[in-house]
C-alpha cells in the first residue's frame, strides 16, 4: 500500500483545514488508515484513526469534537476533516496503515506511511 497525505497548509487559529490520504492498491479495504502528527521538537503521536470497515474510530483527547475522521472506500481515500484549529495543531501529519484489527494506537503497528503534510495554525 502507498499512500499519500495531502491538504495541509496555513490557516489562522478557529480555522478549518481537510488532509486527505489517498491510497493505491487493491487491498487498501484490509488497512486501519490513521493520522499522526508531530510538531517542532516533539515525538509523533497519534491524532485519529478509523478501522477497515469504518465501524471503529478513535481520536486523541486534544482533537476530540475538533476533528473527524472518514473513508471513501470507492476513491481509496480517508480524510480528517479539522475544525476551529488552534496553533497546538502545527504540526506535519502523516496518515499510516494497519492491518491489525481496529484501530491501532502504536506507531510500530503501521507498516505503511504516507510522506507528511504541514498543518501550520496561527494565531
Known amino acids: 500500500v502507498q499512500l499519500q497525505a495531502s491538504g495541509g497548509g496555513l490557516v489562522q487559529a478557529g480555522g478549518s483545514l481537510r488532509l486527505s490520504c489517498a491510497a493505491s492498491?487493491?487491498?487498501?479495504?484490509?488497512?486501519?488508515i490513521t493520522w499522526f502528527r508531530q510538531g517542532p521538537g516533539a515525538e509523533r503521536e497519534f491524532v485519529s484513526g478509523?478501522?477497515?470497515?469504518?465501524?471503529?474510530?478513535d481520536y486523541a483527547d486534544s482533537v476530540k469534537g475538533r476533528f473527524t475522521i472518514s473513508r471513501d472506500s470507492a476513491k481509496n481515500t480517508v480524510y480528517l476533516q479539522m475544525t476551529s484549529l488552534k496553533p497546538d495543531d502545527t504540526a506535519v501529519y502523516y496518515c499510516?496503515?494497519?492491518?491489525?484489527?481496529?484501530?491501532?494506537?502504536?506507531?510500530?503497528?503501521?507498516?505503511?506511511w504516507g510522506q507528511g503534510t504541514q498543518v501550520t495554525v496561527s494565531s
Open positions: 499510516a496503515a494497519s492491518n491489525r484489527y481496529g484501530v491501532p494506537g502504536r506507531r510500530l503497528e503501521y507498516t505503511y
Open positions: 492498491g487493491r487491498t487498501f479495504s484490509s488497512y486501519a
Open positions: 478509523i478501522s477497515w470497515s469504518g465501524g471503529i474510530t
